[in-house]
């Protein structure tokens, strides 16, 4: 029972970190009908600035300037890079936000070096704030889930109660409309393009000091964040919030509990055959569920593909 | 997805290029006669050039790179038969290369087996279990072609590769499968224990497969892949099931992808999961739209390019990946046609018989351009050295000249080369737009 | 009376809650020239896509020589014999012209799926595709990419795609649509020479090309036939006169 709340705990954290990246990258796909590869490559260029400015001045200045750097960088990616390749259709931009990832890896190793970056949590929040019989929970994680749940309250607002969110979710479905209104709408793509990408460079700001900030941190993160949004439904915020827990509890809970596979067969009945090691299935026989805990999303998202393409909330088909 | 006005839909450019390639004015008959002769001898000089290269290249290292040119022009048309020419975007590909290069090599140890076959036809083994691949995933991933497409690609893709350190007796875990490919039957006598034996084997299956595939985009259900690639709802009320076609597509690609594998098993005799990543998927993504997408040669060229780019600058410099991308983002931006949409851009100054009054506006500006980019890309390596150097190593080499980057003079050089080249480049170019638009005019002086 | 080319039997669409084909009835006998009219939005292009699977009926069959078509995907319906052209253009624009119409050959002729013919070896495909060129006058115009072609030779070039596979049931959403007087003689023209003993079914505005080509009209006013039969007798229908004066008059407002 306590290990089964730790792992919530953990999960949430991980889910709710990956809904920062999802609700933006959901966003600009809603909105540009186009899938951001390079979306996680800004949650990486987060943490690194983020480790850069800490050096300087502090966690908590880096945790303040990093995602605007990050934003105002994503703005200057769509104004520039893919407004132009836009005219070309959709291949190519995706195409396009693809090479944008591997150049921003490349370019990461360029400045900082292959090694892992001395990130670490601030002093302040460097304490166990209780545990769990044993389980420590460390306040930093505490601080993750009121972040990421600020952010989220913040988003829904925005979205839902101003001026601006109604502008933009009115530009989402009906852009030209929107533009006849007398709204600048290749602004607001931008502007949400930025914000979108800032949300994700926060998430790395948080993320770089226990996750680690190191030049694969876009490539681990980036196409389970991909798997998200499309279970959860392109373009879905809640599907995206849905989505991104689930992934986090599933994963979770499969790395922390040890099934393995033989005890799941024998118990629906398959009995284990004689000569095991010499099967062409041994492999399959001896799976364990930490093993496979990080294809899981991607089981998961071929499945929903396949009996439901809309997603879990997905209304519209691409 | 609405269809607009296709007046307004086809890009300014492409219009042009087309309208000067076909001359409305030729009757049929004669059209066929001459595309036909137009058309076989590429194919005859390829295969002249391919078969008489090892003579002026007899090293065994330069056999190694042709091969490897060759697999991966095998791969990249495969490719390119869902990306180009039915419009549909992979982002896991390297998976059906891969499974056909694995199957190969579990072929390559089951000996009893290996020793009654010729090492030849290994390669259908592998076109075969990549087919099979294909056929399984298609069944499903076809339904729709953009981004759902995509997204199975990717998703299935990384299962994959992840079952490769999983399922070890199929991929052999970390270390892969390796074989010998000496203990097939021999072939006329030749048991492949040289190079240049393995080089006329891969040649020969390329000249094969390049020859198949273009008559695929031939046939009628490759003439559709196109049709359902513009306008699938049209295609539907031609009386075509877009699926159908787009999955007969996905099949033929799996098939050219499962060669390209045997020949990598053949070549290599070792197999691992790096055939399998996302990484090789992106590689061949990155190779063809170099290439260039819109003509079958593009991915041809694309791959060669692609690897004589990776040979020489791989060995002279670390930062091989960082070029590879500039130029990858570069392509996407300003080239979306690629290499081959670069060289069809200039058939109609050469049918208007002015390409020559193009030559020298591009020395002027291209040369300088082309030299202001090498002192760009001294500088970086300056900048690169100058931050990741161990401390104390001061000294690097570059451009065959060693000297010390903690100086300020050899900054200076780099400095200044790049700001002239590239301020010559920019200062001609009005010129070269100019020459560019009298050459594409009929009529006029010449 | 022999079976009706087409028949259509309690026919509904709903989108969400509104309402859009609120219940068709119809028969077109073989080879009928059968004109749709209706004020905008009175449902015809809707009709059109139910009829050819575009959209899945709420209710009610369609009935193409007697055999239901309920389920059956868009290209299943074509391979049947019933074809039809789009109101926006939808033609292949990168193809060349020669190519759009050899494509819409290849199915009728038996190639399906093929990947063991050429087609460029196929003398039937080759003399099918410049026969119907040359029915719709552009044999001239064959090797060039098809998005380069005039608006009117665009609009001629589709009706050329929609009546290759040889169907003999064709239905043309407005052919004529955004076309010059000239243009549209030429058009009119064009379809009563190729669509010579097949059925005929057209939704069209233009009342000169409706009362010069049709057999008989239907009026589509909001959602439902309000009158079907001989011009001259649906020109004196006291209801359709209403129906588009009043929708006239709306529309002015």
Known sequence: MDLILVNLIDGLVTGLLLFMLSAGLTLIFSMMGVLNFAHASFYMLGAYFAYQISLALGFWMGLLIAPIVVGVLGAGVERYGLRRVHQYGHVPELIFTFGLALLIEEMVQFVWGKNQMAYSVPEVLNFTAFAISGNSIPAYKIFMIFTSIAIFIGLLYILTKTRVGMIIQAALSYPRTVEALGHNVPLIFMGVFGVGTALAGLAGVIAGPVLGTFPGMAFVLGSIVFVTIVIGGLGSLWGALVASLLIGWITTFAKSYNIEMEDVLNSIGISTPENLSDSVFRDFWSLTSPQIADILPYILMVLILIFRPAGLFGKRQS | ?446 | MSTPALELTGLKKSFGKAEIIRGIDLSIGKAERHAIIGPNGAGKSTLFNLITARFAPTAGTVKLHGENLAGLEPFQINRKGLSRSFQITNIFPAMTVFENVRCALLWAQGYKYSFWHLVNSKRDLTEGAEAILDQINLLERRNLPAGTLSYAEQRALEIGITIAGGADVIMLDEPTAGMSNTETDYITDLILKVTAGKTLIMVEHDMGVVFGLADRISVLVYGEIIATGAPADVRADARVQEAYLGAALEAEH
């Open chain 2, 1 to 446: 997805m609405t269809v607009s006005d296709p007046k307004h839909d086809v890009p300014e450019g492409a219009r042009e290029k087309d309208q000067i390639t076909t001359d409305p004015s030729n009757p049929s008959e004669r059209m066929r006669a001459g595309s036909m002769t137009l058309t076989l001898a590429p194919w005859v000089i390829a295969t002249v050039v391919l078969i008489f290269l090892p003579m002026f290249f007899t090293n065994n290292s330069t056999l190694t790179i042709m091969n490897q040119m060759s697999i991966t022009i095998v791969f990249a048309l495969a490719y390119n038969m869902l990306l180009g020419q039915g419009g549909m975007l992979s982002f896991g590909h390297a998976v059906y290369a891969g499974v056909g290069g694995f199957a190969c090599m579990h072929i390559m140890n089951m000996s009893d087996f290996f020793e009654t076959i010729p090492l030849v036809i290994l390669p259908v083994f592998g076109g075969l279990f990549g087919m099979g691949l294909a056929m399984i995933v298609g069944s499903f991933s076809t339904r729709s072609a953009g981004t759902v497409f995509a997204m199975i690609s990717l998703g299935v893709g990384e299962l994959i590769a992840a079952c490769s350190v999983i399922i070890v007796a199929f991929f052999g875990g970390e270390e892969g499968i390796s074989g010998d490919r000496t203990y097939a039957q021999p072939f006329f006598g030749v048991e492949f224990l040289q190079q240049i034996e393995v080089y006329y084997l891969t040649i020969a299956w390329l000249v094969i497969s390049a020859a198949l595939m273009y008559l695929w985009s031939r046939t009628p259900v490759g003439r559709m892949a196109n049709a359902v690639r513009d306008n699938p709802e049209r295609a539907q009320f031609l009386g075509y099931s877009a699926r159908w076609v787009r999955y007969y597509s996905f099949i033929a690609s799996g098939f050219f992808c499962g060669i390209a594998g045997g020949l990598f098993a053949i070549n290599y005799e070792i197999l691992t999961e790096e055939n399998l990543n996302t990484a090789s998927s992106g590689v061949i993504l990155l190779v063809t739209f170099l290439g260039g997408v819109g003509f079958f040669f593009g991915p041809i060229i694309g791959a060669i390019a692609f690897t004589l780019l990776q040979t020489v600058l791989s060995l002279s410099t670390e930062l091989w990946a960082f070029y590879a991308g500039t130029l990858f983002v570069a392509t996407v931006m300003f080239f979306p046609g690629g290499l081959a949409g670069l060289i069809m851009m200039h058939v109609p100054a050469f049918k208007l018989g002015k390409a020559s009054g193009l030559v020298m506006p591009y020395i002027k500006t291209l040369l300088p351009g082309a030299i202001g980019l090498l002192g760009l890309a001294a500088l970086v390596e300056m900048t690169f050295h100058f931050r990741h150097a161990a401390t104390g190593d001061v000294e690097m080499t570059l451009f065959w000249t060693t000297f010390n980057s903690h100086e300020v003079l050899p900054w200076i050089i780099a400095g200044a080369v790049t700001v002239i080249g590239l301020g010559i480049a920019k200062v001609t170019a009005p010129s070269l737009k100019e020459a560019w638009n009298e050459a594409n005019t009929a009529g006029g002086a010449s």
